[in-house]
Structures are given as structure tokens and as C-alpha cells.
């Protein structure tokens, strides 16, 4: 059969297999075509191995490593030339030695075959460690003496491979906890939502029961859990978190009260939560309030001031000045001030004409203004000779107004409850006048008290 070799004839010669390859210049390399017994077709060389007589070895022009089948599984191949066949008979020339390895590595990249050039490449090093072309060829660094691989520099640099990326020891021992503290969690949150069900739908006596089990809650992994379960639930079990996140020890439950403080809006429960805040020592309590002294919400601020007042933090005081006026910037759309042109009798003011395509005239619809936005909306009705007069005409086309245009408005809000913490902490009251606030701080203000003076002792 012309152009075909069947698998009797393997062990008369080599035979090769490749990949249909397309290369720089455009061309294409084919390989044999390899039909397999049961459908499917592959490309590559076939090269019998005399150590294995039942198998034979397919080399393909991608890839390091070789495919092997049973012969039964190859049902015939259709000789087509390629690279490989050439490949094949300079393989079996190679001399000794990593500089012939090297050598004909390069002419394995020279005829673009990238895999296989790096096979020979990383023979030239198995045969010497120290023969630096075959090393760079395969991107190696020469660190201390040694050539290392990718993976060994980053392993020289305290790089360990986690879940596929490289990072730190520290990143992959903190991840790691990470993921042990949220299964931890996961438990928690189960646990907290069960006791809370008691407490809301049991007996007086189970109810009792749910609600001691919860105060005595001491693990610091509860403290996200509790939050997260009973943080918007109702005033009172607020309050009994509060109470239950007081019990707690440690940063963690001292932050959370804070963070907490600064969410709730309900005085009798604020009140509460400073109450569990007072008698703790921990030192980032004050650095968390004077921080929230710089939030854009007003709220936040106040609420702020309001607890440092309560805990009596005096060495706030220079950053509660710049917190008594907070300064909002907000982006809005305003109508052009034109107003709508004259509407026909009986259609009304529409609104702010912007488009019409010669049978229908679009309008901007007055804005619907609402706390922090503002809204526009759009309509349109059918064009009448006294709309379309109504609008301007240029370049062949009838355009109405541009529509709404961006102004940026300044809204200042004065924080009552920072002048009333300024003035409980200094005994001075300068209102919300920031400069002279800055004066007295700069010239009189003193963060702890003037010491007693004492009768000289005879």
C-alpha cells in the first residue's frame, strides 16, 4: 500500500510519531498518522523497543515523555515526513558526554522542539552538575556554588509551595490557622444559634439553662461568632452580648466591645457597652475610639467622643478638635438650569427635554431626592409640532437640553456630642470654632493634671 506503513514492518526499522505542530515560519510539521484500533488518531513516531517486543514507543514533537502502547492498540500508520524522522537519526549519533547533549539540544530548539531540546538539556547536567550552557538553557541560578532550579531558589529564599502558590512560612502557618479557626468558628456559630433558639422558644427553665451557657463562653474564637450570631438581634440579647463579650479576656474581646460601641445605636445598650469597656486595661481601647474620631460618618464620630468622654481619656483631646465639624463630599446630578420649554395646553411641565428623533421627544423627569441621592428618571411622549419648536436645531439634527450635569456639594455636619466631650474634659467651651480650640490646646491644654502641690515637711 503506497504511503502506508502497517504495524508488521515495525521491527524492520525505527518508526516515528509526532504532533501536528505549526511553526514560526507558518509552515506545519506532520508526523505520522497513527490510527488507533477502536477510533482515534494521533500524530507522531513510532519507534520499536527491542527490550519490549509487544509495545512500542511514541515520540511526539510536544511533550518530554514518549506514549506507549500494546501493538494490538495501533491499527496501521500512514507515513507523512517530519522533523522527528530526522531527530530520530541524529539521537542514535550523540556522542558521549554533556557538551554532545548540549550541542544537540540546540538543534533540537533550533527545529522548535522545545520539550525535547529540554530533555537533552537536562541530560547534559545529569552527566556534569557543573556544565553552566545546559544550566541556563534551563533557567537555572547559580546560588552559592550550586545551579538551583525555580523551585530551589525559592525554597533558598524560606519560600514553601502551598494549595500552588509560593509564600512565606509565616503566610502558610497563619493561613493554615486561619482555616482551623474558621471551621472553629463554623462550630460556634452552630452552637450560639441553638442556645439562642432556647432562649427565644423554651421553657422559662431551658431558657435559663441556654443563657448561662452562654456567659460562660471564654474561648477568644467565640468572640466573631457571638458577634455575628447577636450583634443585630434585639436590645436585650445585644445587651447579653455585651455582657457575654465582657467575660471574655484578652485584645480581641476588648476590640470587638469597641467596634461594637461604635455600631450600636441605641443608648440604654451603648450605655452597657461602655459599662463592660470601663473596667478592662487593654491599651488599644483608646487607639480604636481616637481613630473612629476621622470616619465620615458622623455617627461613628459622635459615638466616638461620646465614649472617650466616658472613659475619661483627656489625652484625646487634641484629636477631638479637628472631629467637631465633619465634611462630606458627595457627587450628585443637578438639572441644566434652563427650565423645560413651553409644553402644550393640557400636557403640563413633563420635564427637562433632552432628545427627540422627529416622532417622539424624550424628557428628564424631576429629581426624587432622598438622604445622601439623588434621582433621575426619563419619559418620553409623542412629538407635536409645538415640542419639536420648542427645541434648538443644529447640524441637521433637533437636540433638546444636555440633560443633567455633575456638581460636587459639601455637606457639614457639627458633632454635638464631640463639643460636649471637649468641653466635660477641658472646662472650656469655645463651640464648634476649631481654630480657637487649636490656640488653647497649642497654649494651655496639659494631658494629665497639674500635681497637688504639698506643704514642705519640717
Not at 513516531?45 to 514533537?61: E, G, I, N, Q, Y
Not at 541556563?136 to 531558589?153: F, I, M, P, S
Not at 455600631?263 to 473612629?292: C, F, H, K, Q
Request: hydrophobic share 40%; proline share 7%; glycine share 8%.
Amino acid at each position: 500500500m503506497t504511503g502506508m506503513r502497517v504495524l508488521s514492518r515495525f521491527g524492520v526499522a525505527p518508526l516515528c510519531l509526532g504532533v501536528v505542530f505549526n511553526w514560526l515560519g507558518g509552515a506545519e510539521c506532520f508526523a505520522d498518522r497513527i490510527v488507533l484500533r477502536g477510533g482515534g488518531e494521533i500524530r507522531g513516531k513510532v519507534v520499536s523497543d527491542a527490550s519490549r517486543p509487544d509495545r512500542v514507543t511514541v515520540l511526539l514533537a510536544t511533550g518530554k515523555t514518549p506514549l506507549t502502547f500494546e501493538k494490538p492498540k495501533i491499527l496501521q500508520v500512514i507515513a507523512e515526513p517530519s522533523v522527528l524522522d530526522e531527530y530520530v537519526v541524529r539521537r542514535e549519533k550523540v556522542g558521549p558526554g554533556a557538551e554532545a547533549q548540549y550541542e544537540f539540544g540546540l538543534w533540537c530548539e533550533s527545529q522548535k522542539l522545545a520539550d525535547l531540546a529540554e530533555l537533552h538539556y537536562e541530560a547534559a547536567v545529569a552527566q556534569d552538575k557543573s556544565f553552566a550552557p545546559a544550566h541556563q538553557k534551563l533557567g537555572h541560578t547559580l546560588v552559592a556554588d550550586r545551579w538551583l532550579n525555580a523551585d530551589e531558589v525559592r525554597e533558598s529564599q524560606g519560600l514553601v509551595l502551598y494549595k500552588g502558590k509560593w509564600i512565606t512560612k509565616e503566610d502558610r502557618d497563619e493561613r493554615e490557622a486561619q482555616l482551623v479557626a474558621g471551621a472553629e468558628q463554623a462550630s460556634w456559630v452552630r452552637r450560639i444559634r441553638l442556645l439562642r433558639q432556647a432562649m427565644a422558644n423554651s421553657s422559662e427553665e431551658r431558657a435559663r439553662q441556654a443563657e448561662q451557657q452562654l456567659r460562660e463562653i471564654h474561648d477568644p474564637v467565640a468572640i466573631v461568632p457571638l458577634v455575628r450570631v447577636l450583634g443585630r438581634d434585639e436590645a436585650p440579647f445585644r445587651i447579653l452580648l455585651d455582657n457575654v463579650l465582657g467575660l471574655i479576656p484578652g485584645p480581641e474581646a476588648a476590640a470587638a466591645l469597641v467596634n461594637r460601641l461604635l455600631a450600636e445605636s441605641t443608648t440604654e445598650v451603648r450605655e452597657g457597652t461602655l459599662a463592660e469597656i470601663e473596667p478592662r486595661s487593654d491599651a488599644n481601647i483608646i487607639p480604636i475610639l481616637v481613630r473612629a474620631l476621622r470616619s465620615t460618618n458622623p455617627q461613628v464620630v459622635n459615638r466616638a467622643a461620646w465614649a472617650l468622654a466616658g472613659l475619661g481619656a483627656v489625652g484625646a483631646v487634641p484629636r477631638l478638635v479637628p472631629a467637631l465639624i465633619t465634611t462630606q463630599y458627595q457627587m450628585v446630578m443637578i438639572p441644566e438650569n434652563s427650565g423645560p420649554p413651553p409644553s402644550p395646553a393640557g400636557l403640563g411641565s413633563v420635564g427637562v427635554p433632552i432628545y427627540t428623533n422627529g416622532s417622539s421627544v424624550g424628557f428628564l423627569t424631576p429629581p426624587a431626592v432622598g438622604p445622601g441621592s439623588v434621582a433621575y428618571g426619563a419619559t418620553s411622549v409623542p412629538a407635536t409640532p409645538d415640542l419639536v419648536s420648542a427645541l434648538s436645531v443644529g447640524s441637521g439634527a433637533t437636540h433638546g437640553s444636555r440633560g443633567p450635569s455633575f456638581k460636587m456639594l459639601t455637606y457639614s455636619y457639627r458633632n454635638v456630642e464631640v463639643h460636649e466631650a471637649l468641653v466635660r474634659m477641658t472646662g472650656q467651651d469655645f463651640g464648634y470654632d476649631i481654630p480657637s480650640w487649636q490656640r488653647w490646646v497649642t497654649k494651655s491644654f496639659r494631658a494629665e493634671p497639674a500635681p497637688t502641690r504639698r506643704v514642705p515637711q519640717p
